[in-house]
């Protein structure tokens, strides 16, 4: 269960530049924010304390952001998603839908749109 302590939200992509703005934004909009560079460095800290939240680069490195998301739900672990993915396409959009993704947003994403998906994932 999560405690005060535990990032509500966090983001795994292994973009550094974006990974940091993405952390930036979302604690400027008042959010207490994890940042991770890879599914193996989330899951090492998820194992801890999972988040409320998570927003999920689909391309990550050795595991996808659907990979990842598929051994949290293995594990029993619900969290709500929000996938980002600058390669876009029917395929993708379909398995973030069938995963149950909260959100799907296409990089370069407005940060309005992120920040009301983040909102409407914790309300959840």
Do not use: N
Not at 11 to 18: F, G, I, M, R, T
Not at 23 to 28: K, S
Not at 49 to 65: F, K
Request: charged share 25%.
């Amino acid at each position: 269960m999560p405690t005060s302590l535990a990032p509500a939200v966090c983001v795994v992509d292994d973009d550094a530049s974006l990974l940091r703005a993405v952390q930036l934004l979302l604690r400027a909009a008042g959010f207490t924010v994890g940042a991770f560079g890879s599914a193996e460095e989330f899951l090492l800290a998820a194992k801890v304390v999972p988040p409320r939240c998570l927003v999920l680069d689909i391309h990550l490195g050795r595991l996808s952001g659907f990979d990842l998301h598929d051994r949290l739900t293995a594990a029993g672990l619900t969290i709500p998603t929000i996938f980002i993915t600058a390669h876009d396409d029917a395929p993708t959009r379909e398995r973030a839908r069938r995963a149950g993704a909260v959100g799907y947003l296409r990089k370069p994403f407005d940060d309005d749109a992120l920040i009301a998906s983040v909102e409407r994932a914790l309300s959840t």
